[in-house]
């Protein structure tokens, strides 16, 4: 059974950091690609980062400079590490197996996901 989890959402206030884990069991995490997708209140689900099997990464513009992806292989585990947070980087934040996952509008979609952690960023 594919299990996903996302942990690490929670309440900060502007220009603070979080770090979201992913935890992946019954899947083949090394050889596959992970993503970071998000959807804000009133807003469709958008990809924020990526990480490829060989460890190369990509940001969306929402990311550049901000954010970090990373993974840990022996703890089947990604990572989103978000620094200088802002008001509208409040949202869900997903993550999912990225060659499998589809999106329309809002997250999740079709694919492997997990359920969501929440990240509110507010004075």
């Known amino acids: 059974e594919v299990n996903i989890a996302e942990s690490g959402g929670g309440s900060v206030q502007p220009g603070g950091s979080l770090r979201l884990s992913c935890k992946v069991s019954?899947?083949?995490?090394?050889?596959?690609?992970w993503a970071w997708y998000r959807q804000s209140p009133g807003d469709e689900c958008k990809l924020v980062a990526l990480?490829?099997?060989?460890?190369?990464?990509y940001y969306s513009d929402i990311a550049k400079g901000r954010f970090t992806i990373s993974q840990d292989n022996a703890e089947n585990t990604v990572y989103l590490q978000m620094n200088s947070l802002k008001p509208e980087d409040t949202a869900v934040y997903y993550c999912?197996?990225?060659?499998?996952?589809?999106?329309?509008?809002?997250?999740?979609?079709?694919?492997?996901w997990g359920q969501g952690t929440h990240v509110t960023v507010s004075s």
């Open positions: 999912g197996a990225y060659r499998t996952v589809t999106v329309n509008k809002n997250c999740p979609g079709t694919g492997y």
């Open positions: 990480i490829h099997v060989h460890g190369k990464t």
């Open positions: 019954g899947f083949p995490f090394d050889d596959s690609e």
